[in-house]
């Protein structure tokens, strides 16, 4: 799969699909795109945002899951302990819920932009929901 693009108000990443690590993961998400969903602040993860998505289910397991994603390693949860979500880490994060620590499925993982990450953050806590899309990267 060819690199990604997630936009996040006028903020614009690419993104790589990790396919070897989470082959499930990457192949169900690709099949959503263009992806358009509201992006806020984590609740117990440290400096991440997240999507919520409820009782949604993209029809895979955990693989590749990890606790503490670095600043753009993007998660897939896909329900259990928790709703299912997508983590979207912008500094230092524990991929946590209200019933404790969780893991995803690192299936993402931005690899230009990185240094706009910081203010995703600041959007999402000084000014609430932000608009978020993931989408082929036009070449």
């Not at 996040?8 to 263009?34: I, K, N």
């Not at 299912?84 to 819920?97: K, M, N, V």
Request: net charge negative; aromatic share 12%.
């Amino acid at each position: 799969m060819g690199p990604l693009q997630i936009t996040v108000g006028d903020l614009v990443f690419t993104a790589r699909f990790e396919e070897e690590s989470a082959p499930e993961t990457t192949r169900a998400f690709s099949e959503l795109l263009p992806y358009r969903q509201k992006l806020i602040q984590a609740r117990w993860s440290g400096e991440s945002a997240w999507i919520p998505l409820g009782e949604f289910k993209l029809g895979v397991g955990f693989e590749n899951h990890l606790s503490y994603p670095a600043p753009g390693q993007i998660l897939f949860y896909p329900g259990g302990y928790s709703e299912t979500e997508i983590l979207f880490p912008y500094g230092p994060s524990c991929f946590a819920s209200k019933m404790g620590q969780l893991a995803g499925n690192h299936f993402l993982t931005i690899v230009e932009g990185i240094e706009q990450l910081p203010e995703v953050g600041r959007r999402v806590v000084w000014h609430g929901a932000q608009d978020i899309e993931f989408a082929a990267r036009e070449s």
